[in-house]
């Protein structure tokens, strides 16, 4: 199956979870709960992504990271661009290292082609569409697991007294 790396869902992912322009900063430990990307990860991701101007940041005190520009403005062959370089484009459907446009392969014509679609495809889908598909999904979901759980019922944890929240029938 072709499909995009971890390193380009995660930024996608990430961005979808930003301010716009003039909003609220959010903090990487946020974005990496929220988006579920290691910490470690994600900040060299959104490091990319600050040098190539998608977001900004902000250090210490209510820093943290907001879009550059309006997410419908933001499209995801920029945000890939911006992770992967133009690498993402490389290398023979078939995985072939001798296959070139001078030594071409059974695929090498069709998989051209279908390089631009998919190329052309992904310069229209915008940040924004992405993450309504995503907030979309996370409300569906939440649906979902309060009525398959119920209520949640604290109760206390053997070890140090904590309060934990336990979920699932009948709070036990």
């Known amino acids: ?8 869902g995660y930024a996608i992912s990430a961005l979808a979870r930003l301010q716009r322009p ?28 600050v040098r190539h101007g998608l977001i900004e940041a902000k250090r210490g005190y209510r820093g943290g990271f907001v879009l550059a520009r309006p997410a419908e403005k933001i499209s995801v062959l920029r945000v ?7 690498a993402w484009q490389e290398g023979c ?20 082609v279908q390089r631009e679609k998919i190329e052309e495809f992904l310069r229209s889908l915008t940040v924004a569409q992405v993450a309504e598909f995503d907030q979309d999904y996370r409300a ?21 007294g904590r309060r934990v929240t336990v979920r699932g029938r009948g709070g036990k």
């Open 1 to 8: 199956m072709l499909a995009l790396s971890r390193t380009s």
């Open 93 to 112: 459907l078939l995985g072939l290292s001798r296959c070139s446009d001078e030594r071409a392969c059974p695929s090498h014509a069709f998989w051209k």
């Open 80 to 86: 890939i661009e911006a992770v992967e370089g133009h």
């Open 22 to 49: 003039g909003g609220a900063w959010t903090l990487t430990k946020d974005i990496a709960s929220a988006a579920e990307i290691p910490k470690a990860y994600l900040s060299t991701i959104l490091n990319a992504l």
């Open 140 to 160: 569906q979901l939440s649906r979902f697991v309060k009525a398959e759980n119920g209520s949640a019922t604290p109760r206390r944890s053997r070890r140090k």
